[in-house]
DNA sequence: ATAATTGCAAAGCGTTTGCACCCTG
DNA sequence: CAGGGTGCAAACGCTTTGCAATTAT
């Protein structure tokens, strides 16, 4: 039981130490420059999405060297790499989040903004279904779920 | 067959004569003045989406008199008031489309960026079930399918 | 050495807002 | 006539871009 909760612990909070996230960077074709990594790191150690003004701001109140613009196409750079996912349940600004690989949809709750994964993704065969009988050929999908998560609805 | 063809059109756009708008609108509680109704008969009129821009641009070349910003806070207004719904598929702008009321989801293509809506969402039950084994529980959740329609995919 | 990356400041762009005027009820 | 609605232009906030200096391979 204990060993249970500790992996999945282990599994779902992203390796943070800088060599791992070297080796993610590199992975993508992504030259890992300092600024990448930082920008990374301040990704990693988030529960919930960040925008890049937040990560920026979180960064300069650090004394980490920084600018703005980096932050940006750091993150436009990851996410066209898909290192990082970006949600849309914002209108106005644009959040990432550092998430495991592979198609997966999020959980995100309206309360603490916390977002969880919502891994391995069955819908393909019933949007299939749903929209070829219209003629329609589904090329990608998100799904975005708001609602409580298990901590705010304890309290 | 005739017949079920004009029964599949009549449904499937919406009606744009005036006493039908200026029915939504008053059933909404949004006072129908002659710049709301011009917008929601443009926006009765597109095939795809439309943006604020988009809206202001076409009327203004059709000399109608409205200005930016009465477009921007009517099709807010109007989203607020679920007369119209909102798509997110487009990260820097805000896409608007006047939909059959209820709960439902679209189907975007790429190619020629038109609209079509995805009845009936039975999707709450699967969602029930993969997000309440994590003590989440969802209140809401939006679903965007982008692919090829029927006619893009024929060329 | 060479090409990519960065920082800054300026520009861009979609959207919102202040305010005087106008219309509708 | 009272109150919401409108138009214009200015203000805003997020994001991108031009360019010279810097850094990684």
């Known amino acids: 039981m204990t060993l249970n909760l500790t992996m999945a612990i282990i599994r779902s909070v992203p390796d943070s130490s800088d060599t791992k996230l070297r080796l993610r960077l590199s992975r993508a074709g992504v030259r890992p420059t300092r600024q990448r990594l930082t920008v990374l790191k301040a990704l990693a150690a988030e529960q919930h999405d960040a925008t890049a003004q ?47 690989p592979g198609h997966h949809h999020h959980l995100v709750c309206s309360e603490c903004h916390r977002v969880e994964e919502l891994g ?9 279904r749903a929209a ?18 298990a901590g705010c609805r304890a309290s």
Do not use: K, N, Q
């Open 54 to 100: 937040e990560i920026y701001a979180r960064l300069r109140r650090r004394g980490e060297r920084v600018g703005l613009a980096t932050v940006y196409r750091t993150l436009s750079l990851l996410s066209e790499r898909e290192v990082v996912d970006e949600l849309a349940h914002h209108p106005t600004e644009t959040c990432y989040r550092l998430c495991s």
């Open 120 to 128: 391995s993704c069955d819908l393909e065969p019933w949007l299939d």
């Open 132 to 149: 070829g009988s219209r003629g329609f050929v589904p090329t990608s999908h998100t799904l975005e779920v708001v609602g409580l998560c």
